[in-house]
């Protein structure tokens, strides 16, 4: 029965990583990609192709905060991106309410200088 599940939460989790890259590539980063080999050594995060970001997409009924902003830190690290962030998503909502997380020290870091806002893409909002 462990089994299965496992299965299962690893689909729910594959599905939302495609989600996330759907609207990415949606709304200005046409090169968002789902990065293969999550949990080897050297992960670098679950969302791949947004320039100076690591990326990390949960898809769990409990959030965890703590554990996977430290978790796509050290992914971040590995990977020498700046930035890292983790896309949780909401229950019952679509994509684009997820929730993104990251340490203020990150959030800082990226506003003070515009051109870390949006290296490379040309991302709006939308009026989801």
């Given amino acids: 029965m462990a089994a299965a599940n496992g299965r299962a939460m690893k689909i729910k989790g594959s599905a939302f990583e495609r989600e996330v890259v759907a609207?990415?590539?949606?709304?200005?980063?046409p090169y968002a990609e789902r990065a293969y080999g999550a949990g080897?050594?050297?992960?670098?995060?679950?969302i791949d192709g947004v320039v100076g970001w690591t990326i990390?997409?949960?898809?769990?009924?409990?959030?965890?905060?703590?554990?996977?902003?430290?978790?796509?830190?050290?992914?971040r690290v590995s990977g020498r991106q700046p930035f890292a962030a983790v896309v949780?998503?909401?229950g019952g909502k679509p994509v684009g309410?997820?929730?993104?997380?990251?340490t203020l020290e990150q959030f800082a870091g990226m506003l003070a200088d515009p051109e870390n806002l949006n290296p490379g893409g040309t991302a709006t909002l939308s009026k989801e």
């Fill in 97 to 102: 309410a997820a929730y993104v997380v990251m």
């Fill in 40 to 46: 080897r050594p050297g992960d670098v995060g679950d």
């Fill in 56 to 75: 990390e997409a949960k898809n769990h009924q409990k959030l965890n905060l703590a554990g996977w902003v430290d978790e796509a830190e050290c992914e």
């Fill in 23 to 29: 609207f990415l590539r949606d709304h200005g980063h």
């Fill in 88 to 90: 949780a998503k909401r």
